[in-house]
């Protein structure tokens, strides 16, 4: 505790400051995990604010995979296999409750020696040479490499809104339903949040209404699980049976305190732009939280998104203008907002362990993890046969994390790295006599008005593969950033691709490629599949914040 410099100081000890003070433990660094609470995970002492957790805990899988396991399993942080610390040891309940968090957290701390300092809130955070961070004692720290792992912090409100500083928040509600017995309520937004507010109040308030300026988006529809939950949705069956419910499309132009009144004038994207004014007992804005950057000296303020959610950050998530400033946890999903699973738990511990071998390569002069693999069609089906029937990373994380394998055809040989993002891994390998395949696990593109209402390709349709709509494994073969060529294996409904029609197809197509002729690659482009890109750029994030 006497000492003031660490290679890597990460600051907040949730579940992503603790998941990076995991892997840099196991690699033997010299590190430190600051955190303002008396224990790690504090956050979780508040939100979510009618405690309970969105993020499933599937005890009773009927499958002894630990990895397999974690697929179903979204608020275990990771560890190794032969010493697991899960979720389910606390609980069994399929939504758990919030209150188990932060005793998960600091047993996790405990059990694997993390070097977690509490009680030491930073102040101001300043760089010269190297990151200087001034705790509230007075005490300064310094670092080479800083993490910062605060998450969402602070409350987003659009203050565009006249009068938007009259309401309550989400994060400062009353959580005593009684107040709102027999009283009008309106809820600003439509995320996980507006609905779990709203789902409170039914048994209490006479009238709920949900406005934001656009429509409303399911999880079953998106498969982005920040979208709105089956289980946050029991409002929505009050508002169809006409039981005095509401969500409204519409622009809120104004909020005015008249006594007790809020007089709230609206403008609908419906109805053909009518023009009303609603009084309400009470208003709570929900939504959405932002990062909070006013640690930074301007020495080191790290580049915000237009809506200053987030701050900007490049592939491999270090700050696009600050050198050596990293980010962990939900800050990390900037980079694929509102589409993968980066802004959740069974999501970013997978982002996480990757940005630390990176770290490793980068700073430590340790190579990022691999493994080689002869370099023929029988080796790598087998290889990724048995690699997308286990993995918990490309599962969770559809799309967005890949395993890249590297051709060596003069050695006969294939280098295998494991859950490097889509884009880093073009990024990274983007030279031209580069030739690589990406393994992804990913969802179907088409869209349906009704999700369970899908017409599906029968299980031996392999030519039709393409068109599978549930998750299944996707090879797209690269040479530089250029896709040349792409292989789905059909989709199955239990999720197990073990048999003829999923592994002989994905062999013939490996056996093509690799028997092509050099000058054939760029010539042999599929009609219609895009390769995966999932960049989000200024004018994307400010679109989606």
């Known amino acids: 505790m006497n000492k003031e410099y660490y290679e890597f100081i990460i600051v907040g000890a949730g579940p992503a400051g603790l998941q990076a003070g995991y892997h840099l433990e196991k690699s033997k660094q010299d590190y430190l995990i600051l955190e303002e609470s008396e224990k790690p995970g504090a956050f979780f002492n508040h939100y979510p604010r009618h405690r309970k957790l969105i993020s499933i805990n599937k005890v009773f899988t009927g499958c002894e995979d630990q990895e397999v396991n974690l697929r179903w399993d979204w608020n275990s942080i990771l560890s190794d296999s032969n010493e697991p610390h899960l979720y389910k040891q606390y609980t069994q309940k399929y939504f758990p409750s919030a209150d188990d968090m932060p005793r998960y957290l600091s047993d996790y701390a405990e059990k694997f020696g993390l070097n977690v300092r509490t009680n030491s809130n930073v102040k101001d955070i300043r760089k010269d040479d190297c990151f200087q961070l001034t705790l509230e004692s007075g005490e300064t720290l310094s670092a080479k490499v800083l993490i910062v792992a605060t998450g969402l912090s602070q409350p987003w409100l659009p203050l565009s809104i006249p009068g938007i500083e009259l309401i309550n928040t989400y994060c400062d509600m009353d959580l005593n339903g009684e107040i709102y017995n027999n009283k009008r309520v309106l809820v600003l937004g439509k995320g996980n949040s507006a609905f779990e507010t709203a789902d409170a109040l039914i048994e209490h308030a006479s009238m709920i209404h949900l406005s934001s300026p656009t429509p409303l988006k399911m999880a079953w529809t998106t498969h982005y699980v920040g979208h709105l939950r089956a289980i946050n949705n029991g409002i929505l069956d009050t508002y169809q049976l006409k039981s005095q419910n509401a969500v409204l499309d519409a622009d809120i132009q104004k909020i ?12 609908y994207q419906h109805a053909e732009s009518e023009q009303e004014v609603i009084e309400y007992d009470y208003v709570i804005a929900c939504t959405g939280f932002r990062f909070d950057a006013s640690l930074f000296h301007e020495s080191c303020r790290p580049e ?16 696009a203008n600050i050198p050596d400033l990293f980010f962990a946890g939900t800050l990390m999903q900037y980079i694929d907002y509102k589409k993968y699973m980066s802004g959740f738990i069974h999501g970013f511990r997978y982002n996480v362990r990757t940005l630390c071998r990176l770290l490793m390569e980068r700073y430590n002069d340790t190579s990022y993890p691999s493994r080689f693999v002869h370099l023929d069609a029988g080796s790598l ?37 494991e859950e490097l993002t889509v884009e880093y891994a073009k990024e990274r390998w983007s030279h031209a006599d580069s030739e690589y395949f990406i393994v992804t696990m990913e969802f179907g593109i088409q869209k349906f008005d009704n999700p369970f209402s899908v017409h599906r390709i029968a299980r031996d349709n392999v030519v039709k593969a393409e068109d599978s709509n549930f998750i299944h494994p996707i090879i797209r073969h690269f040479r530089g950033d250029k896709k040349v060529a792409e292989h789905h294996v059909i989709e199955d409904l239990a999720a197990e691709w073990l048999e003829p029609e999923h592994i002989e197809p994905l062999r013939a197509f490996l056996n093509e490629r690799l028997t092509l002729p050099v000058d054939a690659y760029v010539k042999d482009v599929r009609k219609g599949n895009n390769s995966v890109s999932y960049q989000i750029n200024e004018e994307n994030c400010s679109e989606n914040c």
Do not use: M
């Open 256 to 267: 005015e305190k008249v006594g007790d009144v809020f007089r709230v004038s609206y403008g």
């Open 381 to 417: 089906t087998q290889e990724i046969i048995e690699r997308v029937n286990k993995t918990s990373a490309l599962w969770q994380q559809p799309g967005f994390l890949a395993d890249i394998f590297v051709l060596d055809r003069l050695n006969e040989s294939v280098e295998w790295l």
């Open 304 to 319: 915000l998104c237009d809506k200053n959610k987030l701050p900007v950050q490049k592939n491999s998530w270090e700050s």
